[in-house]
């Protein structure tokens, strides 16, 4: 089955304790990205990969970091969160040009 | 990447046709325009896509008008399950770059 994995689902850590969420897709995708949703902001995009080792900053990447070792892997780094990192997160995935974004479902942070 | 103008929320009875409507003034020649569902606290799903006059699936039906600077998405007969949250992306590729925006807010009452 097609599908992107996100973990953990949820989460509440503290404020300055670095963390990683983990994302992965089976489906041979060259493009993936991490978006951040919060209330009355929709969804905004994080970091994006066109490719292995090939990442670019989306419209809010403060605070975040990225990596693309392997192809089926893109783990979002909180090196120190703070409290204002509290959303849901969501890891996706795409073939390429013009192609269905696969969505996984998603990982619910709260930094306390 | 274009820019994309969407009404922020709309309310239907169940059993109506629902048409929401995308603007999109500076899309361009390659671009392709795609509707994208989210119901809460899930990953927004596919929905259809278009570059040009009319599609339909068996979800919904894309009206593209012979400019593209607009899109029409429309759900016939929706049910309450329809509830939810529907994007308008305009560009040529999918995977990266991409402005989902705040989306359009449906509500689906009895």
């Known amino acids: 089955e097609a599908q992107v994995t996100q973990n953990p689902r949820y989460l509440i850590t503290v404020t300055g304790k670095k963390l990683t969420v983990t994302c992965s897709q089976n489906?041979?995708?060259?493009?993936m990205s991490w978006y951040r949703q919060d209330p009355g902001l929709g969804l905004r995009q994080i970091y994006y990969?066109?490719?292995?080792?090939?990442?670019d900053k989306g419209d809010v990447p403060e605070g975040y970091k990225v990596s693309r070792k392997e192809k089926r892997n893109f783990p979002l780094i909180l090196e120190s969160p703070s409290p204002n990192q509290t959303s849901l997160y969501f890891c996706?995935?795409?073939?390429?040009?013009?192609?269905?974004?696969?969505f996984g479902e998603g990982s619910w942070l709260t930094v306390v | 990447l274009a820019k994309t103008t969407q009404p922020i929320s709309m309310d239907s009875y169940e059993g109506q046709e629902v048409n929401i409507t995308c603007s999109h003034n500076?899309?361009?020649?390659?671009?392709?325009i795609t509707w994208y569902q989210q119901f809460p606290s899930q990953g927004p799903r596919f929905i259809i896509q278009?570059?040009?006059t009319k599609v339909t699936n068996e979800v919904a039906s894309l009206f593209i008008p012979a400019d593209r600077k607009s899109s029409t998405l429309s759900l016939p007969r929706v049910s309450l399950s329809d509830t939810a949250v529907y994007y308008c992306?305009?560009?040529?590729?999918?995977?990266?770059?991409?402005?989902f925006g705040k989306g359009t807010s449906l509500l689906v009452t009895p």
């Open positions: 990969s066109m490719n292995v080792e090939v990442t």
């Open positions: 996706a995935s795409s073939e390429g040009s013009g192609n269905t974004i696969y």
């Open positions: 278009g570059y040009k």
């Open positions: 500076n899309i361009a020649t390659n671009d392709y």
């Open positions: 489906m041979n995708h060259e493009y």
């Open positions: 992306l305009v560009g040529e590729y999918s995977g990266y770059a991409l402005n």
